[in-house]
């Protein structure tokens, strides 16, 4: 039954206002039973290393470009758990989402992360879609999926904050990012010297290949941990 209303809910969507289109896909996302909550098995394997492998019940998060509170999710099996976050988004829906379904355990800031100080807003390309992954801060990646998906977007202004303002307010175990294409621009505008995270977790076209970034990681003391569809994921090595 449940995959017959998929089916006729895909035909139909198109069809249907963009508020209800995303009402609806709320419901799916946040109903999902599941071990994993994210999209190719991350937060499996993120717990096993933070509970089983170093012995952390919990700590802090800071999930920069966050798609749902539930589905597709890095980091809700982590707050099932008891740990606390920062969310961070340009989208101000999917903020309050946040908010309502972890509560008290996460803080919820609107913004495009950046790699340097700014007091200036930025473009951000926001695509006509519910939960859309696609929105993203390069005006080229989104004329290029824009082609690919047959979906428009729409341009609007938000402020930026510094990756490293961020990191100066407390020490996060976790840092997961995935905004759509300038991932890896973030991990390189780390200052390294002065913040730590157990474990970074970044998205990228190519993570098989040899990346500026890959060696950056290895040059400040962290290891590979995993590479799960497009997500790479370093740790501390001396955890």
Not at 80 to 85: A, D, E, Y
Not at 219 to 228: A, G, K
Request: glycine share 6%; with cysteine.
């Amino acid at each position: 039954m449940k995959q017959l209303l998929l089916y006729i809910y895909r035909n139909i969507k198109k069809f249907l206002p963009r508020k209800i289109n995303t009402f609806i896909w709320d419901i799916y996302l946040s109903v999902l039973k599941k071990q994993s909550y994210s999209q190719y098995g991350e937060d499996l394997i993120i717990n096993n290393f933070f509970n089983t492998y170093i012995g952390m019940e919990n700590g802090n998060y800071l999930d920069i470009g966050c798609y749902h509170p539930v589905g597709i999710s890095n980091t809700y099996l982590l707050h099932k758990k008891g740990w606390q976050g920062v969310v961070v988004d340009i989208d101000d829906y999917k903020l309050k989402l946040f908010k309502k379904r972890r509560g008290k355990s996460v803080e919820v800031v609107k913004g495009a992360i950046s790699s340097h100080n700014s007091k200036s807003k930025v473009a951000i390309y926001k695509f006509n879609q519910p939960f859309s992954p696609y929105d993203t801060l390069s005006e080229e990646i989104a004329k290029m999926r824009s082609k690919e998906i047959n979906v428009d977007y729409k341009v609007e202004e938000v402020n930026q904050i510094s990756i490293n303002s961020l990191l100066s307010k407390k020490h996060y175990d976790l840092i997961n990012i995935d905004i759509e294409g300038l991932d890896e621009l973030i991990v390189n505008s780390i200052d390294f010297t002065k913040y730590q995270p157990t474990m970074i977790i970044y998205e990228s076209f190519d993570p098989f290949s040899n990346s500026k970034t890959k060696e950056l990681l290895y040059e400040n003391n962290y290891t590979l941990l995993f590479i799960s569809g497009g997500s790479i994921g370093f740790v501390k090595k001396n955890i």
